[in-house]
């Protein structure tokens, strides 16, 4: 996957986040004085690699052995706190002189309140041989007493020439003939989010030739494009049709969620529809609903009842 094949190695290889880039180099130098660290902002801005960066140069080769990697959206209850974290967080290892373990909490904002009440306490406790770095979407998700024990980074949406240039690049190294009018469509759909935009370069590039054809052929048949397609069913009073779709891409491709209120929110706010307030209300509606332990496949059947009934 060339979402891989060129992910940064370093951290001047980081695109467009210099100011988190400055305040992260004095730690490098003197890893024992790094605090807990929080990054936050959209999805596909640098988090997760410049996490496993920070954990590369901090730890060394053997970087591996002395951190772990959970995705807490999957592994968000309790127990998972209790055992895998505690376990491997509570014991110093000091064979190849690392300073400290290192655990990296990708999407720390899907966890459980009881299960960061249980995080906090562990991250106390183990603070002088472990550190923590939670990455998240959404701040709001994270109790304060754990936003309060970390150092915060706020990443900023990838803005356009930056994502650009970085997907013509790709393309050169690739041989992939492209124009530019296919490369800013691509970063028009990814709306600012680099790994899906990387993501629908490769798709639409397989016959070796990227193209505004080729691009539709790609994005026609992804996940985004479906609930795009849901969403606008809903707003034209077509429930029975997009209540359909849903269930589709629920129990056959076993889209998320979040993501379907995420995508859902993008074209909302981009097609700025007559009733967008009413629809903001409604999305924030199931959202919390979900959030708090509803059926998600009733409550977005509901969601869409609701917009369709505008």
């Given at each position: 996957?060339?979402?891989?094949?060129?992910?940064?190695?370093?951290?001047?290889?980081?695109?467009?986040?210099?100011?988190?880039?400055?305040?992260?180099?004095?730690?490098?130098?003197?890893?024992?004085?790094?605090?807990?660290?929080?990054?936050?902002?959209?999805?596909?801005?640098?988090?997760?690699?410049?996490?496993i960066?920070?954990?590369?140069?901090?730890?060394?080769?053997?970087?591996?052995?002395?951190?772990?990697?959970?995705?807490?959206?999957?592994?968000?209850?309790i127990?998972?706190?209790?055992?895998?974290?505690?376990?491997?967080?509570?014991?110093?290892?000091?064979?190849?002189?690392?300073?400290?373990?290192m655990?990296?909490?990708?999407?720390?904002?899907?966890?459980?309140?009881?299960?960061?009440?249980?995080?906090?306490?562990?991250?106390?406790?183990?603070?002088?041989?472990?550190?923590?770095?939670?990455?998240?979407?959404?701040?709001?998700?994270?109790?304060?007493?754990?936003?309060?024990?970390?150092?915060?980074?706020?990443?900023?949406?990838?803005?356009?020439?930056?994502?650009?240039?970085?997907?013509?690049k790709?393309?050169?190294?690739?041989?992939?003939?492209?124009?530019?009018?296919?490369?800013?469509?691509?970063?028009?759909?990814?709306?600012?989010?680099?790994?899906?935009?990387?993501?629908?370069?490769?798709?639409?590039?397989?016959?070796?030739?990227?193209?505004?054809?080729?691009?539709?052929?790609?994005?026609?048949?992804?996940?985004?494009?479906?609930?795009?397609?849901?969403?606008?069913?809903?707003?034209?009073?077509?429930?029975?049709?997009?209540?359909?779709?849903?269930?589709?891409?629920?129990n056959?491709?076993?889209?998320?969620?979040?993501?379907?209120?995420?995508?859902?929110n993008?074209?909302?706010?981009?097609?700025k529809?007559?009733?967008?307030?009413?629809?903001?209300?409604?999305?924030?509606?199931?959202?919390?609903?979900?959030?708090?332990?509803?059926?998600?496949?009733?409550?977005?059947?509901?969601?869409?009842?609701?917009?369709?009934?505008?």
């Open positions: 996957m060339w979402v891989e094949k060129y992910r940064p190695e370093n951290i001047t290889q980081m695109i467009n986040q210099k100011s988190i880039i400055e305040r992260l180099k004095p730690f490098l130098k003197t890893p024992d004085s790094i605090p807990h660290l929080l990054f936050t902002g959209p999805p596909g801005t640098g988090k997760t690699t410049l996490a960066i920070l954990a590369k140069n901090i730890l060394g080769k053997n970087w591996q052995e002395y951190s772990i990697f959970l995705n807490a959206s999957d592994e968000r209850g127990n998972t706190v209790r055992q895998r974290i505690k376990n491997f967080a509570r014991y110093a290892d000091n064979r190849e002189k690392v300073p400290f373990k655990i990296i909490l990708d999407e720390a904002d899907e966890m459980t309140n009881d299960a960061q009440t249980a995080l906090r306490r562990i991250m106390e406790e183990t603070s002088r041989t472990s550190r923590f770095i939670l990455i998240g979407n959404y701040i709001s998700n994270i109790i304060q007493p754990i936003q309060s024990r970390c150092s915060i980074f706020h990443f900023i949406k990838l803005e356009q020439n930056y994502i650009t240039t970085h997907l013509e790709i393309s050169s190294k690739e041989k992939i003939k492209y124009d530019n009018q296919a490369i800013k469509m691509i970063y028009d759909i990814s709306n600012g989010d680099l790994r899906a935009a990387i993501n629908l370069l490769q798709s639409s590039s397989t016959s070796g030739k990227l193209d505004i054809k080729n691009i539709n052929k790609a994005y026609n048949v992804s996940h985004k494009k479906q609930i795009i397609d849901i969403i606008n069913l809903a707003i034209d009073k077509k429930f029975n049709e997009a209540r359909e779709k849903l269930v589709v891409l629920n056959v491709y076993g889209i998320s969620e979040k993501d379907f209120l995420k995508y859902a993008e074209e909302i706010m981009k097609n529809n007559d009733n967008i307030e009413e629809i903001v209300k409604i999305l924030a509606k199931y959202d919390y609903r979900i959030i708090r332990g509803a059926n998600p496949e009733i409550q977005l059947s509901a969601l869409l009842a609701e917009i369709a009934a505008i």
